[in-house]
């Protein structure tokens, strides 16, 4: 099994930025892809990036050019950096994990607010 805690959501003004982290119980290595996702009220969960044990790294449309994922081996922990952010982008941000033969792991989420 894999827990998983996210942090760094905040109010924040339109073309702010906030970085998320999401702290694993386990080596990240471990973990075959490390997902964010987000949902807004009233709307589906979306996928928003992702990285693999590899390193590889992909996002949706809306968040390329502004957000980017990362990760710190030694801490276990990936983040999303959300630069110029918009109102849109308010939502519950999920860390999620893939694990191959195991299953799929999410965290409990944090609360993203951006005010025009």
């Known amino acids: 099994q894999v827990q998983l805690v996210e942090s760094g959501g905040d109010l924040v003004q339109a073309g702010g930025s906030l970085r998320l982290s999401c702290a694993a119980s386990r080596s990240i290595f471990s973990i075959n892809v490390m997902e964010w996702y987000r949902q807004a009220p009233g709307r589906q969960r979306e996928l928003v990036a992702a990285i693999t044990s590899a390193g590889e790294i992909g996002y949706v449309d809306s968040a390329k050019g502004r957000f980017t994922i990362s990760r710190d081996i030694t801490k276990n922990t990936v983040y999303l950096q959300m630069n110029s952010l918009k109102p849109e982008d308010t939502a519950v941000y999920y860390c999620?994990?893939?694990?191959?033969?195991?299953?799929?792991?999410w965290g409990r989420g944090t609360q993203v607010t951006v005010s025009s």
């Open positions: 999620k994990a893939n694990v191959d033969r195991t299953g799929s792991y």
